[in-house]
C-alpha cells in the first residue's frame, strides 16, 4: 500500500505506456517554448515527451508520494510540479496547452474547468474513456453546445487497453479540443 494509505485502486491509477505516450505528445504537435499543463501526470509519462518537445510543463498531480517522484525526476527541466486537485486548479494566466492523461473520475470537472469562461487555453489532448469522448464530439454532454461555439472538438488517437498498466476495463481515446 502506498504512503498514502490507499490502494492503487483507490486513486483510480493506470499508468501510460511510455510508447503510447510519445505517440500523444507526437500527435499534440507541441512546439517549443508552449505552455503545457499535464493534469494527472502521475510519474511523468507524458511530462518527459513534453519536455523533449521543448514544452515549459506545468506537471499537476494530486498524489503526494507521486508529486514528489516527478519533482525529483524533473529536476534540471522546465517543468513546475503543482500538487493540486484538478478541480481546484487554477488556470494559467497566459495561453496554454493541455495534454494530459487525467483519472477518468475527474473527466467532467477537469473539462468545465478548462473551458469556462474566461479560460485561456488554445488546445487540448485528454486522454479520457472512450465513451466520454464520443459524448463531446456528439455535443450530448452536458454544456458541448455552448462551449462548441468557441472549440472544435475532435476524436484523435485511439488506445488499446493494453496501453495503460494495469489495463483499465473501458476503452480509452484522445479528445483533441481546438480553440476557433
Partial sequence: MPASGQARG????????????????????VKPGELVLDVG??????????????AKVVAV????????????????APV?????????LRLPARPFRV????????????LKRLLMPGSRLV????????????????????GANRWSRYYDLSIGI????????????VDSAVLHIQRR
Fill in 10 to 29: 483507490a486513486w483510480g491509477w493506470h499508468p501510460l505506456d511510455s510508447r503510447w505516450a510519445q505517440r500523444i505528445v507526437d500527435a499534440a504537435g
Fill in 41 to 54: 501526470a502521475g510519474l511523468g509519462a507524458l511530462t518527459a515527451p513534453l519536455v523533449r518537445a521543448g
Fill in 61 to 76: 498531480e494530486l498524489h503526494p508520494g507521486r508529486a514528489e517522484k516527478l519533482r525529483r525526476r524533473f529536476t534540471d
Fill in 80 to 88: 513546475t510540479v503543482v500538487r493540486a486537485d484538478a478541480a481546484d
Fill in 99 to 110: 495534454v494530459s492523461s487525467p483519472p477518468y473520475g475527474i473527466s467532467t470537472a477537469l
Fill in 123 to 142: 488546445s487540448a489532448d485528454l486522454v479520457l474513456q472512450r465513451q466520454v469522448v464520443n459524448r463531446w464530439i456528439e455535443h450530448q454532454a452536458p
Fill in 158 to 169: 485511439r488506445l488499446p487497453r493494453k496501453a495503460f498498466t494495469p489495463p483499465p476495463h
